[in-house]
């Protein structure tokens, strides 16, 4: 019998993974879900003859990118409301993408129905396509007999994050664009241009100035360490990417992005826009609020928040209301808190996290609309340095020697 991996997370929302015996992955999802188990992912076990084999393919396949995600939800939403079995919608879908890898995905999808399995089995076995809120929204849409609502509203949501994903990257083009320039030109002076100035410097009779000595020295350990310098950034650079696929890096990486000067307030403010739309996603489509706090937490974006709302979701099973343990976590301001307790009081805590989102969606246009206002001064700021460096350095002695021969 196949060995089958999973990974989820318990009743009280702690990640568990492991393999199981099983006869068909159905069999092993049903059999998990017995136990408590909410699934994240579940795949059999190749053996290593295979596994090697799928390994090269990863090189032959690309990323599905969001634009082909709503489009693939979008058709699928299409065929299904209009009355096409879901086998047959996957298997067409499957044949006419040009995307090889959403080829593969919904090809797989329709052998695991074909199979027996179900839906939600189906697109658990992708978790690195679907995430949790896609695959608990369909999970609820073929439990309630309603897919094509649950499918409309997942569209609505990719469409939001890939308008949230645009804004944002569009914002921060400007500042990314000029810190680079800022780079480039501090690496050109340093590597290029006061080394050719240094045989004039070498020449003068008198002191130099301690920012032309300085600058000089900069440059002349720059230019022997070059190759060591680089190295060490590139070492440097891998540690800390690799500390922060660590848990604890993350998070501390997480929480330290929202400190950032200019910048934290933006990306808690998106992270907190995405908590409040999911959510309200979620408890619309009737998922119990436990549940989802569970499935919203991996979710937002920041590791650091998502922990937060796990820590709200602790005290909902104590038995706290919801607006106690969001005011709690410090991140709410007491206007949201306001709606969320006005949520709760009337039974309409879904439409009301809804306007939460809203409300945090319009604070993140504002602020992206004076991002570039706001980094304007540091830009200049840093520019000022730059001219006063190059100022000090290097054209000081230059005017004092121009000075000293018209004497």
Same mark, same amino acid.
């Given at each position: ?247 604890? $890096? ?5 929480? !330290?992005? &929202?400190? #950032?000067? /200019? *910048?934290?307030?933006?990306? @808690?403010?998106? =992270? ?108 200049? $700021? ?5 001219? !006063?460096? &190059?100022? #000090?350095? /290097? *054209?000081?002695?230059?005017? @004092?020697?121009? =000075?000293?021969?018209?004497?």
């Amino acid at each position: 019998m196949p060995v089958y991996l999973y990974r989820g997370k318990d009743s009280e929302g702690r990640p568990v993974q492991g393999q199981m015996v099983s006869q068909d992955q159905g069999t092993a999802s049903r059999v998990l879900q017995r136990q408590g188990v909410m699934l994240l992912g579940l795949e059999e076990k190749q053996k290593d003859a295979k596994a090697s084999g799928d390994s090269r393919d990863l090189f032959k396949r690309r990323n599905i990118k969001m634009d082909e995600k709503i489009l693939m939800t979008r058709q699928l939403y299409a065929l299904t409301r209009s009355g096409v079995p879901i086998i047959r919608a996957l298997t067409g879908l499957s044949e006419s993408s040009p995307n090889p890898e959403i080829k593969r995905v919904l090809g797989e999808m329709a052998r695991t129905l074909t199979a027996g399995g179900d839906l939600t089995t189906a697109f658990r076995q992708h978790p690195k396509v679907f995430s949790p809120i896609y695959i608990s929204m369909v999970q609820v849409g073929e439990t309630t007999g309603r897919l094509s609502e649950a499918l409309q509203a997942l569209i609505n949501h990719l469409e939001m994050e890939r308008e949230t994903i645009r804004r944002v990257s569009t914002a921060m083009r400007y500042p990314t664009l000029v810190i680079f320039s800022m780079v480039a030109a501090m690496t050109i002076v340093t590597l290029y241009v006061i080394p050719n100035f240094a045989p004039v410097f070498a020449s003068m009779d008198a002191e130099l100035p301690w920012a032309t000595r300085a600058l000089m020295a900069t440059s002349e350990f720059a230019v022997n360490n070059g190759a060591g310098i680089a190295v060490a950034l590139i070492v440097a650079g891998l540690l800390l990417w690799k500390y922060i696929q660590t848990p604890g $890096g993350g998070l501390q990486w997480d929480r !330290l992005k &929202l400190r #950032l000067p /200019v *910048f934290g307030s933006l990306f @808690e403010r998106i =992270a907190l826009g995405r908590f409040s739309r999911s959510l309200s996603m979620m408890i619309d489509a009737g998922v119990p609020i436990l549940r989802s706090l569970a499935i919203v937490s991996d979710t937002v974006g920041n590791k650091y928040i998502g922990a937060a709302v796990r820590r709200m979701q602790t005290g909902v099973e104590r038995g706290e209301r919801l607006t106690q343990t969001a005011a709690n976590t410090g991140l709410f301001t007491p206007l949201v808190l306001q709606m969320m307790s006005v949520g709760e009081e009337t039974g309409s805590i879904d439409r009301l996290m809804n306007d939460v989102a809203d409300f945090y969606e319009e604070e993140v246009d504002y602020e992206l609309k004076f991002l570039a206002d706001a980094i304007e001064p540091l830009m200049l $700021g840093f520019m000022a340095v730059l001219v !006063l460096i &190059l100022a #000090l350095g /290097v *054209f000081l002695p230059i005017w @004092e020697l121009g =000075a000293a021969a018209r004497g």
